[in-house]
């Protein structure tokens, strides 16, 4: 069966400091991934997308993420938080129909 | 680019009344656009994927007559949420997918149904 994991519901960091967000996702086929992110009462951003070219995508606002297939993995990262990015962050997958799986989040909070 | 239009933002009604919700792509045509549901702190429920020109396919457990979709145009689909109850209070957004598969979604910024 196909599916995506956030490990994490809740993600803290201080400000300046490095983000991580884990995902990892299980499908037979050749993934297309997606980060997501989503302020509060709006709909979601694209940050970035993975879509078989090269496995480290750079996105919007500093964020990259590494496609890992030995780990199907694909962590969202960025070096140096910013109070803005605090948010609610969707992993999200499709192999290729039109039909995409979400993660179920990964809230950041920035701390000052 | 990819803008995706949805509105209302926010709409209050009373129970037994039907709600309109639309979503248009704004710079691109969208053969497929999909409508989900978010309860609170939680992810995002697809409820039912609308093909331009065809029937929408609903997610089990989705009442059809229920969540009226249309998509009449390649750049326009319609949720109606008919005989709202309170039970249907929740945030629903819509994404369009262009012609190529594989291409990210583009998501409008929701609508924040409340029935009283």
């Known amino acids: 069966a196909q599916s995506v994991t956030q490990l994490d519901s809740h993600v803290s960091v201080s400000e300046g400091t490095p983000v991580l967000l884990r995902c990892n996702y299980s499908?037979?086929?050749?993934?297309?991934l997606f980060w997501y992110v989503q302020h509060p009462n709006k709909g979601l951003q694209l940050l970035l997308k993975?879509?078989?070219?090269?496995?480290l995508v750079k996105g919007i606002n500093g964020f990259e993420a590494e496609f890992k297939k030995s780990e199907t993995s694909f962590h969202l990262t960025k070096p140096s938080a910013h109070m803005s990015d605090a948010a609610e962050y969707f992993c999200?997958?499709?192999?290729?129909?039109?039909?995409?799986?979400f993660g179920t989040g990964t809230r950041l909070k920035v701390l000052a | 680019g990819a803008v995706v239009s949805q509105h209302p933002s926010w709409v209050i009604c009373k129970s037994g009344t039907s709600v309109k919700i639309e979503c248009r792509s704004l710079d691109f045509q969208a053969t497929t656009m999909f409508w989900y549901r978010q309860f609170p702190k939680q992810s995002l429920m697809l409820m039912a994927t609308s093909n331009e020109g065809s029937k929408a396919t609903y997610e089990q457990g989705v009442e059809k007559d229920k969540f009226l979709i249309n998509h009449a145009s390649l750049t326009l689909s319609t949720l109606t949420v008919t005989s709202a109850h309170p039970e249907d209070s929740s945030f629903y957004i819509c994404?369009?997918?262009?012609?190529?598969?594989?291409?990210?979604?583009?998501f409008g910024n929701g609508t924040r149904l409340t029935v009283t």
């Open positions: 999200a997958f499709t192999s290729g129909t039109y039909k995409y799986i």
């Open positions: 994404s369009a997918s262009q012609v190529l598969s594989n291409s990210p979604l583009h």
């Open positions: 499908s037979s086929y050749s993934p297309s």
């Open positions: 993975y879509t078989s070219a090269a496995t």
